[in-house]
């Protein structure tokens, strides 16, 4: 049976295996699909000895850089990224390199919440790899434009140096900004711990200002909170996200799309549990 993984460390709660097996019952697809932890020390030991048999893989915390440089070959949304979270063994044994994350942004955004990005003011909040990630896909819709915040301002720059040359992207810190958005997406770690980015509650047009947090929990998290709080016409969490960069990947190595809906609503509900 065609076998696939995903690589992390830690790795023993991912939602991944199960993900997969609901998409590969779904659109009859024979396949195996299991975690492997990988030492912190040995991703690349770990990962050419699994693909000598292993068809295709996903890779999470902390190996996505890791499997950047192992690929032979990457997608440009990959090398954008600067980081690759899917792994396809081609037909000559070398390794595909690609990045699924921004892509199931975008597709939950635009798809499963029917919000257009095209022509918007969208503010990004963080500036790690989760960013990174996400905006050569968010400028390929066309937005009017995309502010990056971040506690430290000139990583913000960076980026926005970086993709300047994709779209309307800038770099700010989180005080300095006042105007409504139509868009703020929450991608700083800060919902770990409960912390929401320190930004003017005025950033919310309300009614009409769309929030979406990278992370998801049991309970709605600090952000979507304070999102609703203070009135964001819709406010998301990143289980969606998830569920569709996983339907990207399935998508790369078995040239079939599943519908994600069935499987989000089952993700959702055990995350109820
Ligand atoms: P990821 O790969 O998930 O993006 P990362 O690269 O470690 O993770 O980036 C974490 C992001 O969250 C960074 O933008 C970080 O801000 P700094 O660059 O200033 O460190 C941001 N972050 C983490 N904790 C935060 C907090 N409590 N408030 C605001 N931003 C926070």
Request: proline share 5%.
């Amino acid at each position: 049976m065609d076998r696939y993984v995903v690589f992390g460390n830690p790795i023993g709660h991912s939602k991944s295996p199960m993900i997969h097996k609901l998409f590969a019952e779904q659109t009859g697809q024979q396949l195996d699909y299991s975690t492997l932890l990988a030492p912190l020390d040995d991703f690349v030991g770990c990962a050419t000895v699994f693909f000598q048999e292993g068809c295709g893989a996903n890779v999470t915390v902390p190996f996505k850089e890791d499997a950047y440089r192992l690929a032979n070959r990457l997608t440009d949304r990959a090398r954008l990224a600067g980081a690759v979270n899917t792994l396809s063994k081609l037909a000559d044994g070398s390794l595909l390199g690609d990045n699924t994350d921004g892509a199931g942004l975008v597709r939950d955004l635009t798809v499963n919440a029917g919000f257009s990005l095209t022509g918007k003011r969208i503010l990004l909040l963080g500036a790690g790899g989760a960013v990174r990630g996400a905006l050569e896909p968010l400028l390929a819709e066309r937005p009017a434009s995309v502010i990056i915040a971040n506690r430290t301002v000139d990583k913000a720059e960076r980026l926005a140096e970086l993709f300047g040359d994709l779209g309307p992207v800038s770099a700010s810190g989180f005080d300095w900004l006042r105007e409504p958005v139509d868009v703020i997406i929450n991608a700083t770690s800060a919902s770990l711990t409960g912390d929401v980015p320190p930004i003017v509650a005025s950033l919310i047009e309300p009614g009409q200002t769309l929030c979406y947090d990278m992370m998801y929990g049991k309970e709605p998290t600090a952000f979507c909170r304070w999102a609703s709080e203070h009135g964001a016409a819709v406010s998301m969490d990143g289980l969606g996200m998830l569920a569709e960069q996983a339907a990207e990947a399935f998508f790369l190595w078995r040239g079939v799309r599943p519908d994600t809906a069935p499987v989000l609503a089952e993700l959702r509900r055990q995350l109820a549990l």
